[in-house]
């Protein structure tokens, strides 16, 4: 008994020294010298992301703090941004080597380097872009990581390189390569290259940014979206699409998504992705994306939407407007064969055994219980545009442009009674104002029937309630 006794002993022992061991190398990481340390303590070198510090130099990688350069000579260490501009902040020189972030660029003769413009550096001989914001690693698997961070926290390896500025070195060029356009691209004249991949047979005398409309009418130009006489590109990707002078990009608010419309065709691309060519002409219903999760595309095949999940255009429904003119009478609300409707998002979270985002979805709804009689707008919300309130027949509603994020969760609101309909109108209300009359039931949720749903999944619900990755 007592054997058997000694033998629990020293296994639950053995078991709690490697949980001890293993959760150490973690709690010792976060003792190694801080961003806070460096930014109160240490020499900032001429407004680039690196530090001088203890002897050491010290660059700033951005979702994972701060990285030792152990190659860096502090003496002669220095950025390239010697004017100040945010561009060329993430590259520096010594004596021996140059660096893109914290990782020396391999070949580069530092005594040469010099910056080009748009992110890129030449030597003379090599050229490299090297990315302005960090990214993801990704050649680090996640259990690379948490293995690195235990031997780092022990001093037995450096620090997982979990976040880097992306490098891409161009191929050598008999002709100097020169920055052209406001956006990330270089030429030797022959070539062009988009963050230093190539844009397949674009032609540099040619190209140009694709327009983006605004809603003041002005116009400004892609960073993403470019065109030749010939050829379409998203970024350094050749699009199935012939170049013509009608060409327009447009993005949804709070969506990370940059779109390409084709108006001689009605054709839609989401970045690089084209949307079923058969089923043009589409038609986007609402550029605002205050209230929405997707943007809607309609065709006379149905309704179409990006799920940045699956990585498809899906189907989300019949398109509810085959028949008659629509017409989108305010951001997200509609006016069709003498009914209204709109569009609104919601999310749907998973419980305590299961936490975390489940989907996201984009409703289209159409209003019920309205009085008769056109639409009529009656007055901006604040000088700041906030909202605007509409009339139709003796209701006065509140039509909103705050958005979701500003946890105003409703497209539209009745509007309770006159007390709030002239304070609406007369007075410069903040956001929390509104909020307020949300909460105190001076704005209220209208009624209304779902005509269609968009729904991208984030994670599936096992036997109802337990929530697995999709």
């Known amino acids: ?26 709690l010792l990481e976060k003792d190694q010298v801080s961003s806070i340390e460096l930014s109160h303590h240490g020499q900032s ?94 050649d680090l698997s996640g259990f690379s990581e948490i293995k690195q961070t235990w031997l780092y926290g022990w001093g037995f390896a450096n620090k997982p390189q979990t976040y880097i500025y992306e490098q891409v070195r161009l191929a050598p060029s008999a002709h100097p390569y020169t920055a052209i356009l406001d956006a ?29 409309p605004q809603d003041d009418q002005s116009i400004r130009l892609s960073y993403e979206f470019f065109k030749d006489h010939k050829s379409v590109y998203f970024k350094h990707n050749k699009l199935a699409l012939a170049s013509n ?52 595309f309609l065709s006379k095949s149905g309704v179409y939407y990006y799920d940045n999940q699956t990585k498809q255009i899906e189907r989300a429904a019949d398109n509810p407007f085959n028949m008659g003119q629509w017409q989108e009478i305010a951001p997200l609300i509609f006016s069709y064969n003498n009914q209204t409707y709109f569009l609104q998002g919601s999310e749907r979270w998973g419980g305590r055994k299961g936490p975390g985002l489940i989907s996201r979805s984009t409703h289209l709804y159409q209003l019920e219980d309205a009085a008769t ?22 209701q006065y509603y509140y039509f909103d442009r705050l958005g979701s994020t500003q946890l ?46 968009a729904t991208t999944q984030y994670r599936k619900l096992l036997f109802g309630f337990i929530a697995l990755p999709f």
């Not at 009689?373 to 003796?394: D, L, R, S």
Request: with cysteine; proline share 4%.
């Open 1 to 26: 008994m007592q054997k058997r006794n000694l033998i629990v002993y020293v296994f639950l022992g053995s078991v709690i020294l490697a949980v001890a061991g293993f959760i150490s190398g973690f």
């Open 408 to 453: 105003i969760q409703q497209t539209l609101y009745l509007i309770a009674d006159r007390e709030t309909l002239n304070h609406l109108i007369h007075d410069e209300l903040r956001p929390d104002d509104i909020r307020q009359l949300v909460r105190n039931d001076k704005l209220l949720a209208v009624k209304a029937k779902e005509i269609l749903k």
């Open 184 to 212: 990330d691209i270089l030429s030797n004249g022959q070539k062009v290259y988009y963050k230093g991949l190539e844009m397949p047979e674009a032609n540099p005398a040619q190209l140009s940014a694709i327009v983006v």
């Open 245 to 296: 002078d009608q060409l327009y990009s447009f993005y949804i608010d709070g969506l990370d998504q940059a779109y390409l419309y084709d108006p001689t065709q009605g054709q839609v691309f989401v970045d690089h992705l084209a949307f079923n060519k058969k089923l043009a002409p589409y038609q986007v219903m609402s550029h605002y994306g205050g209230h929405v999760n997707h943007a809607l």
């Open 45 to 138: 070198i001429q407004n680039s992301i690196y530090t001088r510090y203890q002897g050491k130099i010290y660059a700033s990688v951005p979702s994972n703090g701060d990285y030792v350069i152990p190659q860096a000579d502090p003496q002669s260490f220095h950025s390239l941004n010697s004017d100040g501009r945010y561009q060329n902040r993430q590259f520096a020189v010594d004596r021996q080597y140059a660096y893109c972030g914290n990782l020396v660029v391999a070949g580069f003769n530092p005594k040469r380097t010099q910056a080009l413009d748009h992110n890129y550096f030449s030597d003379g001989q090599n050229t490299v872009y090297c990315a302005s914001m960090s990214q993801r690693n990704p």
């Open 373 to 394: 009689g056109p639409w009529e707008k009656v007055a901006n919300v604040t000088t700041h545009h906030y909202a605007e309130v509409w009339k139709k027949g003796n």
